[in-house]
């Protein structure tokens, strides 16, 4: 069983950056592609970006130019580094690992952007 934690939510101004950190528990991290998903309340959870094993990227129309997903494999870590936030950013963000045939999620974390 993987186990995802999630950090760097928080609230921040129009504008401003955050870096949004995933760690994952095991020793297959290296194998996997990772993404960051966000659901805003009384919406559907949505792809934000995704990243190969191979570190080969992927990002929703909405935040390209803008988010930008890395990976540090010795450190079983995910980030999303979000600058230039919107409103519409405020979402409660997700990792997910797709391990093969299984997927995992980790709790979530807030990120409000309100002036």
């Known amino acids: 069983q993987v186990q995802l934690v999630e950090s760097g939510g928080g609230l921040v101004q129009p504008g401003g950056s955050l870096r949004l950190s995933c760690v994952a528990s095991?020793?297959?991290?290296?194998?996997?592609?990772m993404g960051w998903y966000r659901q805003a309340p009384g919406k559907q959870r949505d792809m934000v970006a995704y990243i190969t094993s191979g570190s080969l990227t992927n990002y929703a129309s909405s935040v390209k130019g803008r988010f930008t997903i890395s990976r540090d494999n010795a450190k079983n870590t995910v980030y999303l580094q979000m600058n230039s936030l919107k409103p519409e950013d405020t979402a409660v963000y997700y990792c997910?690992?797709?391990?093969?045939?299984?997927?995992?999620w980790g709790q979530g974390t807030q990120v409000t952007v309100s002036s």
């Open positions: 095991g020793s297959s991290f290296r194998f996997y592609g």
């Open positions: 997910k690992q797709n391990a093969g045939t299984k997927e995992y």
